[in-house]
Antibody, heavy 120, light 109 residues
């Protein structure tokens, strides 16, 4: 059974840092594309970042230069390092398996999400 | 980056058919995928590709596409279908980014 479990969320001050983790089971993270998607309170979904199976990484303009996506193959875990956090980064952060099919993309498995609150 | 536009809210009578649409330039090049999200829960994939349903998704959910518009149709809407629905696709600029629509709140009357 595929399962994704996020952790690491919490309250952080503006300008601070936080690292989110997403532990996967039932499939191999390094053999798949993996994304982070966030949802601000009461708002819609926003794609944040993807890491390809080959290791290439891409970011939404809103987080580029501040966030870093990575993975630990030995732990089958995905990470999101978030630096220089702003109030507008406050959101529930989901990790999701990013299924690539013929150049198209969809998110077929999602974690339960972890809440990040940026506030003084 | 590309944008996907959805109607903020749609309503349907119980048992009737409803179509939720998503418009954007990226849909001329890429298929949309559709997600259902109920309050306090993670999104769930309901349609992807030309018209594919993941295992466990009822066959009353279907997808279609024409030009720059993708549609999610629920035939015989049930009370449990009341939720937010989001479309998603790859960005059309070729920069490996992904984009979501703003979401549609579906009310089943």
């Amino acid at each position: 059974e595929v399962q994704l479990v996020e952790s690491g969320g919490g309250l952080v001050q503006p300008g601070g840092s936080l690292r989110l983790s997403c532990a996967a089971s039932g499939f191999t993270v390094s053999s798949n594309y993996m994304s982070w998607v966030r949802q601000a309170p009461g708002k819609g979904l926003e794609w944040v970042s993807v890491i390809y199976s080959g290791g290439s990484t891409y970011y939404a303009d809103s987080v580029k230069g501040r966030f870093t996506i990575s993975r630990d193959n030995s732990k089958n875990t995905l990470y999101l390092q978030m630096n220089s956090l702003r109030a507008e980064d406050t959101a529930v952060y989901y990790c999701a398996r990013d299924l690539d099919y013929g150049g198209n993309s969809c998110f077929d498995y999602w974690g339960q999400g972890t809440l990040v609150t940026v506030s003084s | 980056s590309s944008e996907l536009t959805q109607d903020p809210a749609v309503s349907v009578a119980l048992g009737q058919t409803v179509r939720i649409t998503c418009q954007g330039d990226s849909l001329r090049s890429y298929y949309a995928s559709w997600y259902q999200q109920k309050p306090g829960q993670a999104p769930v994939l309901v349609i992807y590709g030309k018209n594919n349903r993941p295992s466990g998704i009822p066959d009353r959910f279907s997808g279609s596409s024409s030009g720059n518009t993708a549609s999610l149709t629920i035939t015989g809407a049930q009370a449990e279908d009341e939720a937010d629905y989001y479309c998603n696709s790859r960005d059309s600029s070729g920069n490996h980014l992904k984009v979501f629509g703003g979401g549609t709140k579906l009310t089943v009357l």
